[in-house]
Every structure is written in C-alpha cells, then in structure tokens.
C-alpha cells in the first residue's frame, strides 16, 4: 500500500498570504489528523477529520482551517500568515477516528518571510 | 506542568549498547502509549504501540508502561547507527475517543559506530 502522502513537500509564502496543503491517507483509512512541528513546540495537534467530518481541533486559532472529501483526502488552509506559522505541517491517517496506530505523511515544510 | 516531559538530548552512545528512552506524563487520563522514530526531514514512524502497563517487545525494541509512575520507556538492544534518529513518545487518552495525540518534545539519540 502506498503510506500518506503530502503536498506541496515545500512552500515559502509572505506575511499575510493564505497556504493550503493537501493530504492524501494510506488507501482505506477515513481518519485524518493534522499536525505543526515546531523546534521549539515540537508536535502539536491541529485538527482531525473522519468522514468528512471535523472530530477535534487543538488550540490553535481560527486562522487554520481544514476540510475532508468524501475519498479522504484532506487540506488545511492557514490564513493570514505570520512569521511564527513557519513549521514542518503533518498529515497523519488512520483507519478508525483519532486510531491509536496513525502513520505520518513526510510533511509540508512551510516558511512565512 | 507539561502534559508529557521528555529529556531533548542528545544522547550519545557507541553502537552496540543498551539505549534507554523515557518519558513521564501528568494525567492518568492517558491509556494509550506510542512511540516514533524521525529521521531528519521526515515524518515520524511508528515503532510501538502499548495499552496496558507492563513490558511489549519487537525485536530490538522493548516499550515499558508504568501507569502507577506515569513513566514510560523505550530500550534499544543492540544499537546501531542506523537508529540515529529522533525519537518521540506519544500519549492518548481514550479509544476511539475524539482526542489527538500528545507529543513529547523528542529525544535526539545518535549511535557511535
């Protein structure tokens, strides 16, 4: 099976732009999970979609967004960039909602100038 | 407090030893524990997953759970510099409950040929 893929792999925008990335899930898998890795946060989550449907959502602000199709595959949109959005943005699947086994997609690297 | 601690490294050791991982969480909501392995510029990889206290082994890798503690570990046998890596531990409250994972900050371990 093909693992999670993501893209774009990178991405530089300026300050006040929008950014959407786009998540597909292992084949099979209706759960996705949305992610920013910071060196100085380090992995927090963002937001999880089963079914189209919007599970959860971290503390993160209304800024960043997210929706799911019906064949899984996901986007997040963050808008309004600023500087202290530049991160690794992960995309994870699973086959059950918020599944404890979730496999991680290489990640969209994002940097706001 | 943070909700999961763990000690950012580096830790340094010749190839061949005995790795110990560990970190500790604050809530004992927490049921589900993970652990992934991320290589420079990449996702983070499943290694282990365990549920109940107790010890769980794949080949080299013993994940260890102490609910009493809330501590949790991870041992390499017989290291090797290709587990050079970060390694991230990951907590979760309930099954299928609508929740993502936690992420400890990671452990940077790198192995000594």
């Known amino acids: 099976k093909a693992g999670v893929t993501q893209t774009p792999r990178y991405l530089i925008k300026t300050r006040g732009q929008q950014v959407t990335l786009s998540c597909s899930p292992i084949?099979?898998?209706?759960?996705v999970s949305w992610y920013q890795q910071t060196p100085g946060q380090g992995l927090q989550f963002l937001f999880e979609?089963?079914?189209?449907?919007?599970?959860n959502k971290g503390n993160f602000p209304g800024r960043f967004s997210g929706r799911q199709f019906s064949n899984s595959r996901s986007e997040m949109n963050v808008s309004t960039l600023e500087l202290g959005d530049s991160a690794l943005y992960l995309c994870a699947s699973s086959e059950q909602p918020t599944g404890e086994t979730q496999y991680f997609g290489p990640g969209t690297r994002l940097l706001v100038l | 407090q943070k909700e999961v601690e763990q000690d950012p490294g580096p830790l340094s050791v010749p190839e061949g030893a005995i790795v110990s991982l560990n970190c500790t969480y604050s809530n004992s909501a927490f049921q589900y524990f993970m652990w992934y392995r991320q290589y420079s510029r990449k996702g983070p990889e499943l290694l282990m997953y365990t549920y109940s206290s107790g010890n769980k082994e794949d080949g080299r890798f013993t994940a260890q759970v102490d609910k009493s503690s809330k501590y949790i570990s991870l041992f390499i046998r017989d290291s090797q510099p290709s587990d050079s890596a970060t390694y991230l531990c990951?907590?979760?409250?309930?099954?299928?409950?609508?929740?993502?994972?936690?992420f400890g900050k990671g452990t940077h371990l790198i192995i000594q040929p």
């Open positions: 979609y089963f079914s189209e449907t919007q599970r």
């Open positions: 990951a907590i979760k409250r309930s099954g299928g409950g609508a929740d993502g994972l936690t």
């Open positions: 084949s099979g898998h209706r759960s």
